[in-house]
């Protein structure tokens, strides 16, 4: 169940700052340990400089969900980019097609409890995680 | 405000160029604006302004929206175009004097009137001249705050802690092209001092992502390419995990957790080593006559 949500934009450099702050405060909120508000921070820089470089740019969704007992922070990247045509080798460490480290996919993935990556060629991706208290 | 309304539009065309050669005569600044923008911002603003006057003389009221929405723009635009508050300011209040003008020829015969009319219309702009010089400091202070923020991301000196051992202690975000500047500026001090070791504590930096990190790795090669070792220092727990499970290797650099142990490497580095000094009570507790 979402308790509240809101959208911000992911344009520029300084909005990939801007979300992660959103981020920090969605988890701070919940009261995340500082080493699981960091997680998740570093997963939501990773994700949103894939939108704003690889995707052309898009948004973030921040949800405040709930399952049964446990409350949890739901971020959810959109973009129109050109999408990804192969999520499994995208998905590998070290995959790169922009002169990264090719760890933001790969390492985001573990940095959170649960992840999901939708995308389809020419149309944009999706990217939902989820980091439980 | 009826009468005033059927004054604007009536004489909107004499209004106007009244109004560009008052601004001509004393508060242009064709340095930064062009005559065809100003004209038309002008029109735009006259034309709102004789709109809205026909339902209220109340600026803050709904009639004036649409006016006050477009002062907004005109402030932010101008600023960015590097007038001051007050110089827009004035671009409002410059309309006063061709719309009294106006007034006078159309209300000669009503001098009652005519007094309550000028004064009623001037209290107006005197007014929404006051909001525009709100909404422009209000725009500039934006910028302060976005320029405050740019340059602690600038503040990255690079200190030398001991002859041959440069530190650079990191503060705020490192994703931007700045980032470049502050890694150069370490490498061309490491040449310029002749330095042997470069310390990077990190202790006051947020966020350390996979683009952060490869930032570093690849500023710590470049040192050593350049003949200086390069540790890291300042890496918090909570940000040591995340890297762990982000997958970035490290091993290849030498870390420590506190830009004082570090520094005390260095030093070991470089064949020095840090001695207690003789207790100062020994000193200070010696009788004056021994
Ligand atoms: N939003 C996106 N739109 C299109 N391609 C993407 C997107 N996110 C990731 N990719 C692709 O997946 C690859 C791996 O991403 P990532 O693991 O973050 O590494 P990096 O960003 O360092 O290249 C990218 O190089 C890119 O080709
Ligand atoms: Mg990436």
Redesign the interface.
């Known amino acids: 169940m979402v308790l509240k949500s809101d959208v911000h934009p992911i344009k520029s ?1 300084d909005d ?2 801007r979300v ?1 702050q959103v981020a920090r405060q969605w988890a701070a909120e919940l009261k995340f340990s ?2 699981d ?3 998740l ?2 997963a939501t ?2 994700l949103a ?1 894939n939108t704003l470089e690889h995707g052309k740019g898009g948004t973030m969704r921040v949800e405040q969900v709930e399952n049964g007992p446990r409350r949890g922070v739901r971020l959810t990247f959109e973009d129109n980019g050109p999408g990804i045509p192969n999520i499994e080798r995208a998905l590998q ?1 070290g995959y790169t097609t922009g002169g ?2 090719g ?2 996919l ?3 993935k ?2 959170v409890n649960e992840f999901e990556i939708k995308s389809e060629a020419g149309r944009g991706t999706t990217v939902t995680i989820i980091r439980w208290k | 405000m009826s009468s005033v309304h059927e004054v604007l539009q009536k004489n909107e065309g004499a209004i106007l160029s009244g109004w560009l050669a008052e601004m001509a005569a004393s508060t242009r600044r064709s340095d930064l604006m062009g005559d065809t923008e100003l004209r038309q911002q002008a029109a735009e603003l006259l034309r709102l302004f004789a709109h809205a006057a026909r339902n209220s003389s109340d600026t803050t009221s709904e009639a004036f929206s649409a006016t006050r929405e477009y002062l907004r723009e005109i402030a932010k635009s101008r600023l960015d175009q590097g007038f001051t508050p007050s110089e827009t300011a004035m671009f409002i209040l410059s309309l006063k004097q061709p719309v009294f003008n106006s007034m006078r020829d159309e209300l000669e015969s009503d001098p009652t009137q005519l007094v309550a009319e000028i004064w009623t219309v001037g209290n107006a702009l005197d007014k929404l001249a006051i909001q525009t010089v709100d909404s422009a400091v209000e725009f500039r202070d934006q910028v302060i705050v976005r320029q405050q923020q740019e340059m602690l991301e600038l503040s990255t000196p690079v200190v030398k802690l001991w002859d041959g051992v440069l530190a650079l202690p990191l503060i705020g ?1 490192l ?2 092209a700045r980032t470049q500047v502050v890694m150069e500026s370490l490498l061309s001090a490491i040449v310029e001092t002749n330095s042997q070791i470069a310390i990077i504590d990190i202790t006051g930096v ?6 952060v ?2 930032h570093l790795i690849k500023t710590i090669t470049a040192a050593r390419l350049m003949g200086a070792e390069c540790y890291l220092s300042g890496i918090r ?3 040591a ?2 890297i762990v ?4 290797d490290l091993a290849d650099i030498q870390t420590k957790a506190k830009l004082a142990d570090a520094f005390g490497l260095a030093l070991s580095r470089l064949g020095k080593s840090i001695v207690t000094a003789k207790p100062a009570t020994n000193i200070t507790s010696k009788p004056k006559d021994a």
């Open positions: 450099a990939v700052v992660r500082l080493v508000q960091t997680k921070v570093t820089s990773e400089r460490d990264g480290l760890l933001g790969s390492g985001s573990r940095l | 975000t994703d931007s947020p966020t350390v992502d996979t683009l990190a490869q727990p909570a940000i995990q995340t499970h982000l997958g970035i």
